[in-house]
């Protein structure tokens, strides 16, 4: 998956074991893309004071990523894959 934070910062994985779908999953709480395109869908990231050590939040209510400034985009893609498929979404049973 290739996942743009900003102009400047493309952290692509093109062999993450993580697809695009999970993470429309992580980002929106749905694996299914919106009726009007993925054109329609905004998505805002925000900068958190937090360390490395911490692992990107989701916020899919508002379709707001929290992401801790990383040091590079080696450990970013590290992290979002960690949080990725560490995500167990919402258990209704």
Same mark, same amino acid.
């Given at each position: 998956?290739?996942?743009?934070?900003?102009?400047?910062? %493309?952290?692509?994985? &093109?062999?993450?074991? !993580?697809?695009?779908? +999970? /993470?429309?999953?992580?980002?929106?709480? =749905?694996?299914? @893309?919106?009726?009007?395109?993925?054109?329609s869908?905004?998505?805002?990231?925000?900068?958190?004071?937090?360390? %490395?050590?911490y692992l &990107?939040?989701?916020h !899919?209510?508002?379709? +707001? /990523?929290?992401?801790?400034?990383?040091? =590079?985009?080696? @450990?970013?893609?590290?992290?979002?894959?960690?949080?990725?498929?560490?995500?167990?979404?919402?258990?209704?049973?």
């Amino acid at each position: 998956f290739a996942f743009r934070c900003s102009p400047q910062c %493309e952290v692509s994985c &093109p062999s993450c074991p !993580t697809s695009p779908l +999970l /993470l429309l999953v992580f980002l929106t709480g =749905s694996d299914r @893309i919106p009726i009007y395109g993925m054109s329609s869908l905004r998505i805002v990231i925000q900068s958190t004071t937090s360390g %490395e050590q911490y692992l &990107p939040v989701a916020h !899919t209510c508002y379709n +707001l /990523l929290d992401l801790p400034k990383y040091s =590079s985009k080696e @450990i970013l893609s590290a992290r979002l894959v960690q949080a990725i498929d560490h995500y167990e979404g919402f258990s209704l049973a």
